[in-house]
């Protein structure tokens, strides 16, 4: 690991809560001085003599030497705290202005302000978590959903880096015994035989594929899974958006063609984020304007993992079909579900016909649902179609899954590694290259939990952490 030592040298402070006026705030001090530089502005226990985890009730006193505020002060002595330094937090009253003071008076002792993710760095850097639990660690913080906060925490508690770990050990058994091999050769002696190599990459691969396949479905956790809401005009788009969301987010009318623009919100289903995409209807027209939004649906509709086609079931059936042509082809690889609304409005006829219709169009993965948006009718049901469409893991689950590009990007090329040891493998190649492709496995499953690194990547990294944490 690449790192400017001299970063560490410093005894840093920031507000760790979130800003604003509150009840209470919490300001956190890390440092190799934090005791000694806390002690010179406290008025209470000796914080030498104080035990390690307990709180204390004291004052900070200002510069002026009169009393700041009444605090609550909690040592946490190094190695067991969260930057592996030793650490104070003061919890003071939650005034932006004594928040503000309490950080001028701990830089007049000798503190200076933390930068963006300092703390979780110097944790990084102190062994007390590797890379990819420190990027886990601004996922909790950022976690808008239960399942992304169930991801969130299995990976910081170290899941996926056992499981990276597991593979670099693989790894590092292939390794040495082709490099062991090499140190012999004018022996000609063999250490394992070149099936028994085989059979080890592959597994390898599939495992590092598989992980790499989960980054799909961790994106859509952790930012939301997109479902694009399109259609004709009037389908109902806007109406069943509003309804889902339980606003009025989107303008309903009859007027066709009043949605122009793309429109973007979320919920959370059974702990699940959805973004829903309610686009403007898809119809041939002259107004550039609504030109320019119909080619955004189109966009959005590539973009969504779930396709919500909604059919005005008092339409005619000719209408459908020649839509169909345009929505269809772009939900390969998607889930698409065709949702029959004015239901109120149709009788068993219309509806058994509608159907057999639509049954011809969309392909057999697909579903078909009749609701009413505006009587609320079915709705219950279209949320559990849309469930069964995320193919989310259940939330007590064990399995590992990839939320981050950074680490998608790192099993990809690493797949690409082990790939071209196999094809040597399978050829008979030299087993210097083998174990050269090898190696640069290992190298990017490296860079995954910050065992391979440089600073530019750190700072990148933690530069996306708020300051205080």
Not at 54 to 66: E, K, V, Y
Not at 127 to 144: H, K, N, Y
Not at 168 to 188: A, C, G, I, P
Not at 336 to 352: F, G, H, P, W
Request: hydrophobic share 40%.
């Amino acid at each position: 690991m690449d790192f400017d030592n001299r970063l560490f040298e410093d005894t840093i402070c920031a507000i760790s809560t979130a800003p604003g006026c509150g009840g209470i705030a919490v300001v956190r001090v890390s440092g190799r001085d934090a005791m000694a530089i806390v002690a010179r502005c406290w008025k209470g226990a000796d914080i030498d003599k104080m035990t390690s985890h307990t709180a204390h009730l004291g004052h900070i006193i200002d510069t002026d030497g009169t009393i700041l505020d009444e605090v609550v002060l909690i040592p946490f002595r190094a190695p067991r705290s969260f930057t592996g330094e030793d650490v104070i937090e003061i919890s003071c009253h939650g005034s932006t202005w004594i928040q503000q003071e309490l950080l001028n008076v701990l830089i007049s002792c000798g503190c200076r302000i933390a930068t963006a993710g300092e703390f979780t760095r110097r944790a990084f850097a102190n062994g007390r978590m590797d890379l990819s639990q420190a990027e886990a660690v601004a996922d909790v913080i950022a976690s808008s959903s239960r399942a992304a906060h169930r991801i969130a925490m299995s990976q910081m508690r170290g899941a996926f880096s056992r499981k990276i770990g597991e593979l670099r050990d693989s790894l590092l058994e292939f390794v040495s015994l082709m490099e062991l091999e090499l140190d012999f050769s004018e022996e000609e002696v063999e250490f394992a035989d070149r099936s028994h190599l085989l059979k080890l990459a592959t597994n390898i691969r599939n495992v590092i594929m598989h992980l790499a396949d989960s980054f799909a479905m961790g994106n859509a956790i952790k930012n939301g899974v997109p479902v694009a809401i399109v259609g004709e005009t009037n389908a109902g788009k806007s109406t069943l958006l509003n309804l889902l969301l339980g606003d009025d987010r989107a303008i309903v009318s009859d007027i066709h063609g009043t949605t122009r623009d793309v429109i973007e919100d979320t919920i959370t289903i059974d702990g699940v984020l959805y973004r829903f995409i309610d686009t403007a209807g898809i119809r041939d027209t002259t107004d550039h304007i609504e030109s320019l939004g119909i080619e955004r649906t189109f966009r959005k509709l590539d973009d969504a993992a779930i396709v919500l086609w909604i059919i005005d079931g008092t339409a005619p059936v000719s209408d459908m079909a020649a839509i169909s042509g345009k929505i269809i082809p772009r939900c390969t690889g998607k889930s698409l579900i065709a949702v029959i609304n004015k239901d109120d409005s149709l009788d068993e006829s219309q509806r058994a016909t509608i159907t057999h219709e639509l049954q011809k169009l969309i392909p057999g993965n697909g579903h078909i649902i009749n609701i009413s948006a505006r009587q609320h009718t079915n709705i219950g049901n279209l949320l559990n179609l849309l469930r069964q469409a995320a193919s989310l893991p259940e939330n007590d689950t064990n399995e590992v899954v990839v939320t981050n590009a950074r680490h998608y990007e790192a099993l990809y090329n690493a797949g690409q590694a082990i790939t071209r040891a196999i094809d040597g493998l399978q050829q008979g190649i030299s087993g210097d290259f083998i174990s050269q492709d090898i190696r640069e496995c290992m190298h990017y499953l490296g860079e995954i939990t910050g065992e391979i690194t440089t600073t530019d990547i750190l700072t990148q990294i933690f530069s996306h952490f708020c300051i205080g944490k």
